[in-house]
């Protein structure tokens, strides 16, 4: 069963580059991972914007693309929004959702997250489910009890449409920070994770479902969270832009 858990990396460029840094970072990225492109799936998510020439520009190598969020519906008066179906369109798979700036700083509820969640996956995407929580939260011994609450509507969805998922924990307060959960740290949510997924969903799932530690990681600390049992992959903000630097955090990962 945890053989079918493949090391994950993701990249979210979040609100950087623009079309000539997008390219620029593929070829130097691609020839860091070569070597190890059997060992583990490299995922990257640029803004919307360029999810169609990173698509084309990915091609035919081992790297795949993220969107950083879509839309509840398939089409309809949603300005702004970019539906699961588009996405599908393009050729992209993947798609991260319940970020902590969207859940944060924009204001996306957990009925929201749901909703677009519910809708990728009825797309046939796959989505990276992030869950999270705050500092005040953890101080207050509350981690376990928001993340159920997080996890809350994986529920309603059932067993077969949640195929695909992945699940990404996030501390909030570990997310461009510095602060990175500490290898245990993670290491305990993830366990929680996957009980309650076992609990709730079924063990099959629960086994085979990857759980991914993001927040501050970086080259140095990539191999140790990533030696954890229950960590499967890598979510990676800021240390994700620059191509040698996320190829490190990729190459260190598969390593441990
Ligand atoms: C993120 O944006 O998902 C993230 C984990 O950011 P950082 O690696 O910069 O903490």
């Known amino acids: 069963m945890v053989d079918l858990r493949t090391p994950l990396f993701i990249a979210n460029w979040k609100m950087n580059k623009v079309g000539r840094e997008v390219q620029a970072f593929v070829g130097p990225f691609c020839e860091a991972t070569q070597r190890q492109s059997s060992r583990g799936e490299m995922v990257l998510a640029p803004v919307a914007v360029y999810l169609s020439d990173l698509t084309k520009m990915t091609q035919g190598t081992h790297v795949q693309v993220a969107a950083q969020n879509c839309g509840a519906a398939k089409s309809g008066a949603f300005t702004g929004e970019i539906s699961p179906v588009m996405l599908k369109d393009l050729g992209v798979r993947?798609?991260?959702?319940?970020?902590?700036?969207?859940?944060?700083?924009?204001?996306?509820?957990?009925?929201?997250?749901?909703?677009?969640?519910k809708a990728a996956l009825?797309?046939?995407l796959t989505p990276v489910f992030c869950v999270g929580e705050k500092l005040e939260e953890?101080?207050?011994?509350?981690?376990?009890?928001?993340?159920?609450?997080?996890?809350?509507?994986?529920?309603?969805?059932?067993?077969?449409?949640?195929?695909?998922?992945?699940?990404?924990?996030?501390?909030?307060?570990?997310?461009?920070?510095?602060?990175?959960a500490t290898p245990d740290q993670a290491q305990e949510v993830?366990?929680?994770?996957?009980?309650?997924?076992?609990?709730?969903?079924?063990?099959?799932?629960?086994?085979?479902?990857?759980?991914?530690?993001?927040?501050?990681?970086?080259?140095?600390?990539?191999?140790?969270?990533?030696?954890?049992?229950?960590?499967?992959?890598?979510?990676v903000g800021g240390a994700s832009l620059d191509p040698l630097s996320f190829g490190e955090i990729v190459n260190r990962g598969l390593k441990s």
Not at 94 to 117: M, P, Q, T, Y
Not at 144 to 158: M, N, R, T, Y
Not at 194 to 210: E, G, P, V
Request: charged letters at 25%.
């Open 94 to 117: 993947w798609v991260i959702l319940g970020h902590s700036e969207r859940r944060h700083v924009f204001k996306e509820d957990n009925a929201l997250v749901n909703a677009r969640l």
């Open 122 to 124: 009825e797309e046939g």
């Open 138 to 180: 953890r101080k207050a011994n509350r981690t376990f009890s928001v993340i159920e609450g997080q996890l809350a509507g994986l529920k309603d969805l059932g067993e077969a449409i949640l195929k695909p998922l992945v699940i990404a924990y996030e501390p909030v307060w570990a997310i461009g920070t510095g602060e990175n």
């Open 190 to 235: 993830h366990a929680f994770i996957r009980q309650w997924l076992s609990k709730n969903i079924s063990s099959t799932f629960a086994n085979r479902t990857r759980i991914l530690y993001g927040g501050s990681v970086k080259a140095e600390n990539s191999a140790q969270l990533m030696s954890m049992e229950d960590v499967d992959g890598l979510l």
